[in-house]
């Protein structure tokens, strides 16, 4: 297992200074296959509403906002609707130093990055290219629908946790450009090779309403 792959940034240290490696089997839940139901085909939901209500609820700062902003393009009016399958790679729960569960939702990818552009192999998995790398292949498309479905899991198995607080953030590991210990961190205190993303207060349910037909 990997160490000491997570941010040690003060602004927002998500895991509370563990590493995969600290983490128990007790707190991982692996391959979590799942089925969200959507709205009806009648009812017009469409991918571009998902980016509608993700730049509504984003900073212009944050780091998901272009793509969110990608995603409201007509390009994306496609249908959603009827039922949605998958698995999530993992799902990681910390405990914070109060004693709160903290649940993370993960998923590792092993895309080569690193190109003849870049002086070494570790740049191309710096935080910033990351960002990129999410974007061109549509992740943080797949990371909403994850962590909605987790969402309305804790909202019908454990209403009284409060799901929103609970779904701490979301995680991918591009494990090429992992290397323990010694990752390098960017200006932010970011480690290479891990993205990591909070989301806005309100957005899962905002999110889990947009799939029940309640578009934006």
Known sequence: MQKAVFSRATSWAPFNGKSLADISPSDRLSELDFEMSLAKLSQGVVASDIGKVLKSSLHASDALYAYADSLCDS?????????????IDAVLRIHTDEGSPRLFVTDYKTNRLDNDEVISLMDAYAPRELVRAMAHHHYPLQALLYGTAMYRMLRWRRPELGADEVIAGVAYFFVRGMVGAGSPLDAEG???????WKAPVGL???LSNLFAGDRP
């Open 204 to 206: 899962w349910e905002k």
């Open 75 to 87: 390009s994306f009016d496609i249908p959603l609707a009827g039922l949605l399958n998958g698995s």
């Open 190 to 196: 970011m480690p290479y090779g891990v993205f990591q």
